[in-house]
């Protein structure tokens, strides 16, 4: 009789949770996560093409649908019916479980980012959300690492080697100029202790400082949305370093060298094809989406925007429903822009040597961001000793970060200068030494028909 009660309890206890708002809330969250991941690789494809096609002067796609919009559509059939070729020499397993293993821990990262104020999933109540989030991209590395070991090709190999050496370098810095905003959630928790944050989603709540004012329009444009009080504002040289490290850790041009094809064919992917090789293409914009994600929440103020908090505040079901479409439409912007500056970037640069990428993360901005990390305890312990409130903080703080902005600007230009030219001697020395030759030939023809 206990048995069957047991049953019974488990039973209603089951149901209840299946037809529960949490799981429907779980239910529509996994599939706007998981469809965001699929459709930002074919989206960002396109993107890709024609944000390159204009600034090369070009069309890009053009006949596959209306404005070429249906050719991502094209790519994705062909590489599904494609067949999936791998060399009988190398290790099997290893070969076809690389892609798996690359791919799993960027839909995974996706746990610990909210779409909206109702689109999370369980994975946001995590108290270390930066944490995972980093866990999650330094997995990434083992998958390109398998994939070149597998294929038993020297270009793979070499690709593999690569990555995971860049990979490696650069989250270092990525991790430390995450710190600097987990350093200015403590200052602004004054009142808890001085506890920080490294959730997310509190990160993204510290940026709005807006309290209610009982007036319908300031509350519905600025309840949740103070675009003063981003962080952007205060630390924009992490975001610079932030962001120059999320490209290294995505092989984005100019960081594309373990996959160069003009030195290694195709890196680590060589012996890659059809739905396997979808899997590494899906996973590199995938990552490309998660890095500009973890930038919006940390610097531009997560999803928030116009009418979000005061129509998701108003209780109602269809307000609420609009709030949330309004925020998600507002998280894909930022996202998606900030992925603009990702192909813009390809299209502007050009690749870097491997020393000059090594010597980049380990020389330049390992030591930038510890610097800055000092300089911001520094600044606080001396408003603080001064007994100076928070926002003076904040704004000297602003201020040396623009001027550290600009200054890494001009030194960034000044070596790039004096790289190029350094490069470029050899070349100029051996067309100058051939253009003095004929000179020299004149000039000794010229005295020869003088002395007859």
């Known amino acids: 009789m206990c048995m069957t009660v047991f049953a019974n309890n488990v039973g209603t206890q089951l149901l209840q949770g299946v037809f529960s708002w949490q799981f429907l809330q779980f239910v529509v969250t996994f599939v706007v996560a998981?469809?965001?991941v699929l459709t930002s690789a074919t989206f960002l494809s396109y993107v890709d093409r024609k944000v390159l096609a204009l600034v090369q002067d070009r069309l890009g796609p053009y006949h596959t649908g209306p404005q070429?919009?249906?050719?991502?559509?094209?790519?994705?059939?062909?590489?599904?019916?494609?067949?999936?070729?791998?060399?009988?020499?190398?290790?099997?397993?290893?070969?076809?479980?690389?892609?798996a293993v690359f791919l799993a821990p960027i839909i995974?990262?996706?746990?610990?980012?909210?779409?909206?104020?109702?689109i999370e999933l369980p994975g946001i109540a995590l108290a270390t959300g930066i944490v995972y989030y980093v866990a999650m991209s330094s997995i990434d590395v083992i998958g390109v690492i398998m994939a070149g070991w597998g294929s038993n090709n020297k270009y793979s190999l070499i690709g593999g080697l690569r990555s995971a050496a860049q990979m490696i370098s650069y989250e270092l810095p990525l991790v430390l100029a995450l710190v600097s905003i987990v350093m200015l959630t403590s200052v602004l928790a004054g009142g808890n202790s001085g506890i920080g944050t490294v959730s997310i989603k509190e990160i993204m709540q510290f940026q709005d400082?807006?309290?209610n004012t009982n007036n319908p329009i300031l509350d519905f444009l600025f309840g949740g949305f103070t675009p003063w009080a981003w962080f952007l504002l205060v630390q924009p040289l992490m975001l610079l370093v932030y962001f120059i490290c999320g490209v290294a850790e995505t092989n984005r041009p100019p960081f594309d060298l373990p996959e160069a094809e003009s030195e290694l064919v195709a890196g680590y992917l060589t012996e890659y094809s059809g739905a396997r090789w979808a899997m590494f293409f899906l996973g590199e914009y995938g990552n490309m989406t998660i890095v500009?994600?973890?930038?919006?929440?940390?610097?531009?103020?997560?999803?928030?925007?116009?009418?979000?908090?005061y129509l998701t505040g108003l209780g109602t079901p269809v307000?609420?429903?609009?709030?949330?479409?309004?925020?998600?439409?507002?998280?894909?912007?930022?996202?998606?822009?900030?992925?603009?500056?990702?192909?813009w970037v390809r299209a502007t640069l050009p690749?870097?040597?491997?020393?000059?990428?090594?010597?980049?993360?380990?020389?330049?901005?390992?030591?930038?961001?510890?610097?800055?990390?000092?300089?911001?305890g520094l600044i606080y312990l001396l408003a603080n000793s001064l007994g100076l409130p928070n926002w003076v903080f904040l704004i000297v703080l602003a201020l040396v970060n623009w001027a550290g902005v600009a200054g890494f600007i001009w030194w960034v230009r000044r070596a790039t200068t004096s790289a190029t030219l350094r490069a470029q001697a050899p070349a100029i020395h051996a067309q100058r030494r051939e253009s003095a030759v004929p000179a020299l030939q004149l000039s000794r023809s010229i005295e020869g028909d003088g002395s007859k």
Not at 70 to 98: C, M, N, R, T, Y
Not at 108 to 118: D, R
Not at 360 to 365: D, E, Q, S, V
Request: net charge neutral.
């Open 34 to 36: 998981f469809g965001f």
């Open 68 to 99: 070429g919009l249906l050719q991502p559509v094209a790519d994705v059939v062909k590489l599904l019916l494609k067949e999936d070729i791998h060399s009988s020499s190398g290790d099997k397993w290893v070969f076809l479980l690389a892609p």
């Open 108 to 118: 995974g990262a996706f746990a610990v980012l909210p779409f909206s104020p109702y």
């Open 209 to 211: 400082v807006w309290h």
């Open 292 to 309: 500009s994600a973890i930038a919006t929440y940390l610097f531009l103020g997560g999803w928030s925007g116009p009418g979000v908090s």
């Open 319 to 343: 307000w609420g429903l609009i709030g949330n479409v309004l925020a998600l439409i507002y998280f894909v912007t930022k996202v998606y822009f900030v992925c603009f500056i990702f192909v």
């Open 351 to 376: 690749r870097l040597r491997a020393d000059q990428l090594m010597q980049f993360a380990w020389l330049i901005l390992i030591p930038l961001t510890l610097g800055n990390i000092l300089l911001t």
